[in-house]
């Protein structure tokens, strides 16, 4: 897909999901990554309007766009969460999901865990049919870092400890953490992977997201949305336009 395309779908399927569930006077969660600056650009947009929106963000970098935006800030835990929106690396057909590329995957779990409905955004080509492809970050205590990177790899994985892109050194987390892209190919059973991986002393939290969402959205580079049916209810169709 064109990059330009990409980026016109992140947009539609952003602006589609504040629409639908975003109301007017609302604690709201906001997810981190470049689909979601799309839907915070959306949110300022209501709050430039009137609507009484206090959010609460995922990361450093949601937190600067929403103070650009001039989205007024709410702490995690100060006030019931009704909606959270963010994207995602991977969504598999049961709504599982790999995040964490962007590295705020602590904080994203944290908010979709005490969000109400957890609504995840994603263009077409985040839709697998087994989660894997993308490596699975996993936010690791600095100290624990290299016993947990070979406790990963005896699992099968193949562990890269996750570098700064400005200049090479290690990673660090908004927490002051770690990040270990953990390559495992195609995951069998995302929930007992999750848990295998929560069980090693000095993991923080895994990129899995498993029965968290409570609705999705998926975009083609078209511009059209879909709301992907229930894993209960069976496959997606393609049906709104954003
Ligand atoms: C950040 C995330 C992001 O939601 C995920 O990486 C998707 O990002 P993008 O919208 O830029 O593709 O989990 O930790």
């Keep these: 897909m064109h990059g330009t395309d990409e980026d016109h779908a992140k947009r539609a399927v952003a602006r589609h999901a504040v629409d639908a569930y975003v109301t007017r006077d609302a604690c ?16 300022g947009e209501l709050v ?83 989660l894997g492809a993308f490596p699975l970050p996993v936010e690791v205590v600095p100290y624990a870092t290299p016993f947990v990177a ?32 953990c390559a ?9 992977l999750d848990r295998i991986l929560r069980e090693i002393h000095g993991v923080v939290s895994t990129g899995l997201f498993i029965g968290l969402t409570s609705a999705a959205f998926v975009s083609k580079p078209d511009g059209s949305v879909a709301a992907l049916s229930h894993p209960a209810h069976g496959a997606a169709t393609f049906s709104a336009r954003a």
């Design 28 to 43: 709201i969660g906001l997810g981190s990554g470049s689909t979601m600056r799309y839907a915070i650009e959306r949110v």
């Design 184 to 192: 495992f190919g195609t995951i069998a059973s995302p929930p007992i």
């Design 150 to 181: 070979r406790e990963i790899e005896a699992l099968g994985a193949s562990v890269t400890l996750r570098r700064s892109g400005y200049d090479g050194r290690a990673y660090v987390s908004d927490n002051g953490n770690a990040i270990l892209d």
């Design 48 to 130: 430039a309007d009137g609507a009484r929106i206090r959010a609460v963000a995922t990361s450093h970098e949601t937190e600067r766009l929403c103070h650009d935006a001039k989205i007024p800030l709410a702490v995690f835990g100060d006030e019931p969460i009704g909606i959270a929106i963010d994207g995602t690396d991977e969504i598999d057909p049961q709504w599982s999901l790999i995040k964490g590329g962007g590295g705020a995957l602590f904080r994203e779990k944290a908010v979709a865990l005490a969000a109400r409905i957890f609504v995840v955004i994603a263009t077409e080509r985040k839709c697998v049919e087994r």
